[in-house]
Antibody, heavy 121, light 112 residues
Framework: EVQLLESGGGSVQPGGSLRLSCAAS????????INWVRQAPGKGLEWVSG????????FYPDSAKGRFTISRDNSRNTVYLQVNSLRVEDTAVYFC??????????????WGQGTMVTVSS | QSALTQPASVSGSPGQSITISCTGT?????????VSWYQQHPGKAPKLLIY???NRPSGISHRFSGSKSGNTASLTISGLQAEDEADYYC????????????FGGGTKLTVL
């Protein structure tokens, strides 16, 4: 079965850091880009980063540059999202999502169940 | 980074058809055929309905269709069913400061 499983969420104080993990199974991991998308409580979806299959190219919106770092370990079939200098407004469910094909852009056919990050003092 | 524009809500009766719009610019929706649509039920992960403007992944009902005209993409749901009540999101590739993606703000579909 093709699946993604996130972990690493939790409660953290403003200014803290977290590393989220996304473990993949059931498909040829190196063939696909993986992205992170977050959703604040009661709000819409927001794309926060992406990484290509080989791990050599990373992508971020302006809002995430400098604080978010995406990486992948293809030997472990895992993608990571390091988030530093956390702010209250980073509180959200963080989903990882797989691109539909090697040529698609933003077409995420497989999603994890999400991991909750709460930033509060 | 401004989101794509979607109506906040739409509604329809069972059996009817509805259309949800997604408006961007020539730097995203209008410039590339990389528009996707997602359905999200409460507490669940999003589900891919349409990719590359008008293509359906395997297993997605033919009741869902996508199109694009200029800077506006559209999702049409025909033969509305109660289980279609959900939030719907579009996204698009955007070429600003490199490769980026942007989502719409989301549309709540109510089946009356």
């Amino acid at each position: 079965e093709v699946q993604l499983l996130e972990s690493g969420g939790g409660s953290v104080q403003p200014g803290g850091s977290l590393r989220l993990s996304c473990a993949a199974s059931g498909f040829t991991f190196t063939n696909y880009a993986i992205n992170w998308v977050r959703q604040a409580p009661g709000k819409g979806l927001e794309w926060v980063s992406g990484i290509n299959g080989g791990g050599g190219r990373t992508f971020y919106p302006d809002s995430a540059k400098g604080r978010f770092t995406i990486s992948r370990d293809n030997s472990r079939n895992t993608v990571y999202l390091q988030v530093n200098s956390l702010r209250v407004e980073d509180t959200a469910v963080y989903f990882c999502a797989k691109e539909y094909s090697s040529s698609s852009r933003g077409s995420f056919d497989i999603w994890g169940q999400g991991t909750m990050v709460t930033v509060s003092s | 980074q401004s989101a794509l524009t979607q109506p906040a809500s739409v509604s329809g009766s069972p059996g009817q058809s509805i259309t949800i719009s997604c408006t961007g610019t020539s730097r995203d929706v209008g410039g590339y055929n990389y528009v996707s649509w997602y359905q999200q039920h409460p507490g669940k992960a999003p589900k891919l309905l349409i990719y590359e403007v008008s293509n359906r992944p395997s297993g997605i009902s033919h009741r869902f269709s996508g199109s694009k005209s200029g800077n506006t993409a559209s999702l049409t749901i025909s033969g509305l069913q109660a289980e279609d009540e959900a939030d719907y999101y579009c996204n698009s590739y955007r070429s600003i400061n490199g490769d980026t993606l942007v989502f719409g703000g989301g549309t709540k579909l109510t089946v009356l």
